[in-house]
């Protein structure tokens, strides 16, 4: 059940059936943006938000791209060490669930990165027993975490700023439907 809603939301947002491109290179001083999201899931849904412009000026490295890749365990490359200190925009789920990205921005010397927190976005806390890490499955979480990647990116690329906000609205509105909020 919970692949099937997984599947259905990465579907929904997808306005042109993409997957988030990966294997990302930096973009300081190409005037490129890059991304680096700590799972498939959130590269989709910044992959999303850039359109188009994924691949050509938005640059999306997922480093966990193995749904059967346990992401408490996982060790980190070289290569995901790289793209992180070279990353404009960094989108992680937070809530303990992908602490090697926490990590490893710490230990690099990116202090110019933009950070986004899906748990911290969520509102939800731990110790009042409403937030499981797996946020993704909160599609007003997903929707606050798209609305925010368009922000960022508007920022990084302002030239593009409506495409980046017409885009999330897209993902948002669609999320809308599967929630049955919509028709």
């Not at 993409?18 to 959130?42: E, L, R």
């Amino acid at each position: 059940m919970a692949a099937a809603v997984l599947i259905a939301m990465t579907a929904a947002c997808s306005a042109h059936g993409a997957a988030p491109a990966a294997g990302g290179s930096s973009s300081s001083g190409s005037g490129k943006v890059s991304v680096v999201a700590s799972t498939d899931v959130w590269g989709n849904v910044v992959s999303q938000v850039a359109g188009e412009r994924a691949g050509r000026n938005v640059t999306i490295t997922s480093i966990i791209t193995n749904p059967d890749t346990d992401p408490h365990s996982y060790e980190a490359s070289s290569r995901n060490q790289l793209a992180l200190s070279q990353a404009n925009l960094v989108v992680k789920n937070g809530g303990g669930y992908d602490d090697v990205v926490h990590t490893m921005l710490a230990s690099s010397d990116n202090t110019s990165a933009v950070v986004l927190n899906a748990v911290k976005l969520s509102g939800k806390r731990a110790h009042d027993g409403e937030l499981n890490e797996h946020v993704w499955y909160d599609f007003p979480t997903v929707q606050k975490v798209a609305d925010q990647v368009a922000a960022a990116l508007s920022r990084a690329d302002p030239g593009h700023r409506t495409t980046y906000q017409q885009n999330a609205k897209a993902c948002v509105s669609k999320l809308r439907v599967l929630e049955g909020v919509e028709s």
